[in-house]
Nanobody, 113 residues
Framework: VQLQASGGGLVQAGGSLRLSCAAS????????MGWYRQAPGKQREVVAL???????NYADSAKGRFTISRDNAKNTVNLQMNSLKPEDTAVYYC????????WGQGTLVTVSS
């Protein structure tokens, strides 16, 4: 499975960003997908997950602000991030699971105060 993430950037606190991840090399409909992030000096942590059937789970820090979705026709998973805070600053990684973990390259999100 190859994962290509995009959509990171610099945004002011309170703003929004939309991350996208394009998957290839496997049956996308069978993949559980998600987003993780890693802030400087911290461990990688889960942000949001979506099952192959569309069931969503969020970290407490993301609930009410972030929305994960998948487009099986385009083989993409998206993360809509609203009301961004400086503590959301991190490298965000796309993730896929099909018995094996797959990771995309990170995309940097910087939220300025």
């Amino acid at each position: 499975v190859q994962l290509q993430a995009s959509g990171g950037g610099l945004v002011q606190a309170g703003g929004s960003l939309r991350l996208s991840c394009a998957a290839s090399g496997s049956n996308f409909r069978g993949l559980a997908m998600g987003w993780y992030r890693q802030a400087p000096g911290k461990q990688r942590e889960v942000v949001a997950l979506i099952s192959n059937l569309g069931s969503q789970n969020y970290a407490d820090s993301a609930k009410g602000r972030f929305t994960i979705s998948r487009d099986n026709a385009k083989n993409t998973v998206n993360l809509q991030m609203n009301s961004l805070k400086p503590e959301d600053t991190a490298v965000y990684y796309c993730y896929a699971y099909t018995g094996v973990n797959y990771w995309g390259q990170g995309t940097l999100v910087t939220v300025s105060s």
